[in-house]
């Protein structure tokens, strides 16, 4: 293949991958999964223990593009109490992920009540890219162009790797498709990991693939029951293994070398895990352990609920916290606060300002997400 021709897939699933050499591989991962789901079915109130990895999650695949925002920038922009003097550059990250989050969310609530396909995936996209750098680009739509992988303003002839033609894009989408909703295949985390791959190669949208195809991850896990809710993220792995990841994406492409992949992916699949795993569970253990200190802290009726409050939004202005709790009035509100200071279990982050509400932080969230150590 010339490298300044577009890729032609070949057969689709690969009928040639074997996947005896990965058994071991895969009853792991399985295993992972399985005890991953064990901590999300005994989550008292998922919803708000998982908000953070959620976040995170927009944080991580957003990366992965190019976007520098942090967690914390995400927390602060959230809680409207982002600074005015940011750049242009980080504004526009911060509207990319927080897209990002409102694509996951909504397909979330989308694969309890719709079945995973094409369709749903075109509304992601448009929700992904709405408002931000790639607006300009055809939304919710298939690419009628040509587009390819490469260093920004380089010519199509330099580039690292071109998608099909667009004249054969629909014909592999239908395939693709076909696979996502075949129950045959024997085993549903390796069948993932084709379809992931795949996508990426179709590379089926003007802009948004990379992420488009990280956000189908968690959806299709619950949609095929591996999990009890759509919360098995992956973007961490293959952030921190970046290049490996693009490398292995391009040796299908080269070496039609799906078993160095599979092999891949499954690795991701094993080590994340273990990590969503470990932090779910801390972020359990955190709520228990912090439901009692902020009983004891403030003697309110709302202290369940300001916990509940700092669990969603880890860093958080003074009018939110008083919209998230439903405390009738500032003094209250203000009460509590100052209760939680008092007793060391969150922190003034920015005292008020004029007409500007203060700030808080509740760190315990922000350590178990960024992997500090959490005593």
């Not at 085993?187 to 802009?207: C, T, Y």
């Not at 200190?293 to 309110?300: E, H, L, N, R």
Request: aromatic share 10%.
């Amino acid at each position: 293949m010339s490298k300044s021709k577009p890729y032609i897939p070949l057969e689709f699933p690969p009928k040639d991958l074997k996947l005896e050499p990965f058994i071991k591989k895969i009853v792991e991962a399985n295993r992972g999964v399985a005890l991953f789901d064990g901590i999300l079915r005994a989550l008292p109130n998922p919803d708000i223990l998982l908000a953070p990895l959620t976040t995170n999650e927009a944080v991580l695949s957003s990366r992965i593009e190019g976007t520098q925002a942090s967690f914390e920038d995400v927390l602060k922009e959230e809680a409207g109490i982002t600074p005015k003097n940011i750049s242009q550059s980080l504004k526009e990250d911060l509207k990319e992920v927080l897209n990002y989050k409102k694509a996951l969310i909504y397909g979330s609530q989308a694969v309890q009540y719709r079945d995973l396909s094409l369709s749903l995936i075109k509304e992601f996209q448009k929700i992904l890219l709405t408002d931000v750098r790639g607006k300009y680009r055809l939304l919710g739509e298939f690419r009628k162009t040509q587009n390819w992988i490469g260093t920004p303003g380089k010519p199509i002839e330099n580039a690292r790797y071109i998608p099909p033609d667009p004249i054969i894009l629909s014909e592999h989408l239908e395939y693709w498709e076909s696979f996502l909703k075949s129950d045959d295949y024997p085993d549903k985390i390796v069948q993932l990991g084709l379809l992931h791959a795949q996508f990426e190669i179709l590379h089926p949208f003007e802009d948004g693939n990379g992420r488009v195809g990280r956000l189908i991850i968690p959806l299709f896990l619950y949609w095929k029951g591996l999990i009890s809710r759509p919360s098995f993220y992956l973007s961490e792995y293959f952030e921190k293994n970046r290049t490996e990841y693009y490398d292995r994406l391009l040796m299908i492409t080269k070496n039609n070398d799906w078993s160095g992949w599979i092999d891949f992916f499954l690795t991701a699949v094993i080590q994340q895990a273990k990590i969503n795993t470990d932090k779910a569970q801390k972020h359990l253990n955190l709520y228990n352990e912090m439901k009692d200190k902020f009983i004891q802290a403030t003697k309110s009726q709302y202290a369940i609920p300001a916990l509940d409050a700092f669990f969603r939004q880890p860093i958080i202005s003074t009018a939110n916290f008083i919209q998230m709790t439903g405390i009738p009035n500032r003094i209250t509100a203000n009460n509590v606060l100052k209760s939680l200071i008092d007793a060391g279990l969150i922190h003034l982050h920015k005292p008020s300002e004029g007409r500007k509400s203060a700030e808080y932080a509740f760190n315990g969230i922000i350590d178990i997400i960024e992997s500090r150590d959490v005593c």
